[in-house]
C-alpha cells in the first residue's frame, strides 16, 4: 500500500491547523481549523472544525487517479439544521465526484456528486461519539462505497453499516480530497483524526502490526528496550504487536 498523505492532528494541543503547523495536509481554505486535545481520538490532538463556519482540509494526490481511498476517525460535537458536507472526492476543476454529508438527523449520507444516494441507520445525533470512516471511491468504474464504524466495533474489521452510490458526476479523474465543514453551517462542529489518502484500504488505526528492526549502533536492541505508541501511551513493543 501507498500512503500519499496522513495527517495525526498531533503536530500541536492548541492553536490554528494550516499546512504549515500539520505536515499532513496540503492545504487549507475559508477559515482554519484548530488543534483540540480535548477532542482527540489518538495522540496528542485532533483537528476541530469551528462552530458554525465553513472549514476545509484539503489531501490532494501526487497524480491524478482513477480511484482512491481515504480513512478518518470523525466525531459530531454538534448537528447543523440542514444536510453538511463533511468531505468530498474533486476532479482537478474543483467539481465533487463523490462526497460525504451529515443531515439534520445525524446520520452520515453517502453522495454522488451531491446528491444523496444512501443513508445510515445510525445517528450520531446528539452522541458527540466517534466514528470511523473508510471511504473507496473508484471514479473509473463511478462507484464507491463507505464502510462506518461505531461503539464497540469502532476499530472492527467488519463494518457495522454500508453504503454503496455511483460517483458518476464529471468526467475527470480524481485530483484530492477535502473534508471538514465543506460549505456554510451554523451550527455544525465536527473533529477529525487520522486520516490517511491512500491507493488501497487502510483499515483502523490501532489495527495494524508491523515487524521492525532496532539498531542501538552496535547491536540490535531487545524488544523489550522498544517502546512505540499505541494511541494512548508508550507501551513496550511486545505488548504493541509490534514483533522485533
Known amino acids: 500500500m501507498t500512503v500519499f498523505l496522513s495527517a495525526h492532528f498531533d503536530s500541536a494541543t492548541s492553536g490554528t491547523l494550516n499546512a504549515t503547523t500539520e505536515p499532513g495536509i ?12 480535548v477532542d482527540a481520538r489518538y495522540g496528542a490532538a485532533a483537528a476541530l472544525i469551528p462552530l458554525g463556519l465553513s472549514s476545509l482540509m484539503l489531501q490532494n494526490l501526487p497524480t491524478q487517479s482513477g480511484s482512491l481511498y481515504w480513512r478518518v476517525y470523525f466525531k459530531m460535537k454538534s448537528v447543523n439544521s440542514s444536510l453538511v458536507t463533511i468531505a468530498a472526492a474533486r476532479d482537478s476543476a474543483s467539481a465533487n465526484c463523490a462526497s460525504i454529508a451529515v443531515n439534520a438527523a445525524g446520520s452520515i449520507v453517502l453522495r454522488d456528486g451531491n446528491t444523496g444516494i444512501s443513508t445510515t441507520s445510525y445517528s450520531m445525533n446528539p452522541s458527540n461519539s466517534w466514528v470511523r470512516l473508510e471511504w473507496f471511491v473508484n471514479r473509473s468504474g463511478n462507484t464507491q462505497t463507505l464502510s462506518v464504524f461505531y461503539g464497540a466495533n469502532i476499530e472492527g474489521t467488519v463494518a457495522n453499516e454500508t453504503l454503496t452510490a455511483t460517483c458518476s458526476a464529471g468526467l475527470s479523474l480524481l485530483n ?48 523489550s528496550s522498544v517502546t512505540v505508541w499505541d494511541g494512548t501511551a508508550e507501551v513496550p513493543a511486545s505488548l504493541a504487536g509490534v514483533q522485533p
Not at 26 to 37: E, F, L, V
Not at 184 to 205: H, I, M, N, W
Open 176 to 223: 484530492r480530497i477535502v473534508f471538514g465543514a465543506v460549505g456554510s453551517t451554523t451550527g455544525a462542529q465536527f473533529a477529525y483524526d487520522e486520516a490517511v489518502l491512500a491507493d488501497a484500504y487502510v483499515g483502523a488505526f490501532a489495527s495494524a502490526s508491523y515487524t521492525v528492526t532496532v539498531w542501538s549502533g552496535s547491536s540490535e536492541l531487545p524488544t
Open 26 to 37: 496540503s492545504s487549507t481554505s475559508n477559515t482554519d481549523p484548530t488543534y483540540s486535545g
